[in-house]
T-cell receptor, first 111, second 114 residues
Framework: GENVEQHPSTLSVQEGDSAVIKCTYS??????FPWYKQELGKGPQLIID?????GEKKDQRIAVTLNKTAKHFSLHITETQPEDSAVYFC??????????FGKGTTLSVSS | NAGVTQTPKFQVLKTGQSMTLQCAQD?????MYWYRQDPGMGLRLIYY???????DKGEVPNGYNVSRLNKREFSLRLESAAPSQTSVYFC?????????????FGPGTRLTVT
């Protein structure tokens, strides 16, 4: 089955810096790669996703890149703000299977 | 639309007690899921229901049972609670017949077993 590894487990940056979180997956059949943000006391919320037919996707300050050959994908947050502080999860799956999540990255943005 | 709702929000059980966690979605989604979240372990899938009338085991199903009551509701039952089941439980739903779609999560149920 699929296995998703996520690094780092914690990340501290200064406001305005960039943050990068990386994930690797094991099943070459996986073709959907979402990223979720979880704020304290709340359920995870989708912030961006990418499918295997594209290599990069951007949404304002957030971007995701995918390297299918190397089986890894990354979340990039530019110009970080204190409200970006949260736990971020990557996940992977293919159609008809459940999402498998990484163990999460706690991002702290200090002002 | 309320999205995905879960009840209760908090629960304390004694070892051996039973309880049912309720989940409902109003987005007409086909698929529903139960996860548990423990510190440093991420989100682990307990059971899921790809469509009404079907349920399948996930990564950590032992000690749990589920019921897909109808398209809207998916409940999780602990028959004999154990301290190892202390966790935060999240229900989620997604629209497609497969699970390769955005999952919407509920606010969670924080369960403590003493």
């Amino acid at each position: 089955g699929e296995n998703v590894e996520q690094h780092p487990s914690t990340l501290s940056v200064q406001e305005g810096d960039s943050a990068v979180i990386k994930c690797t997956y094991s099943d070459s059949a996986s073709n959907y790669f979402p990223w979720y943000k979880q704020e304290l006391g709340k359920g995870p919320q989708l912030i961006i996703d990418i499918r295997s037919n594209v290599g990069e996707k951007k949404d304002q300050r957030i971007a995701v890149t995918l390297n299918k050959t190397a089986k890894h994908f990354s979340l990039h947050i530019t110009e970080t703000q204190p409200e970006d502080s949260a736990v971020y999860f990557c996940a992977a799956n293919q159609a008809g299977t459940a999402l498998i999540f990484g163990k999460g990255t706690t991002l702290s943005v200090s002002s | 639309n309320a999205g995905v709702t879960q009840t209760p929000k908090f629960q304390v059980l004694k070892t051996g007690q039973s309880m049912t966690l309720q989940c409902a979605q109003d987005m007409n989604h086909n698929s529903m899921y139960w996860y548990r979240q423990d510190p440093g372990m991420g989100l682990r899938l307990i059971y899921y229901s790809a469509s009404e009338g079907t349920t399948d085991k996930g990564e950590v199903p032992n000690g749990y049972n589920v019921s897909r009551l109808n398209k809207r509701e998916f409940s999780l039952r602990l028959e004999s609670a154990a301290p190892s089941q202390t966790s935060v439980y999240f229900c989620a739903s997604s629209g497609g017949t497969g699970s390769n779609n955005e999952q919407y999560f509920g606010p969670g149920t924080r369960l403590t077993v003493t």
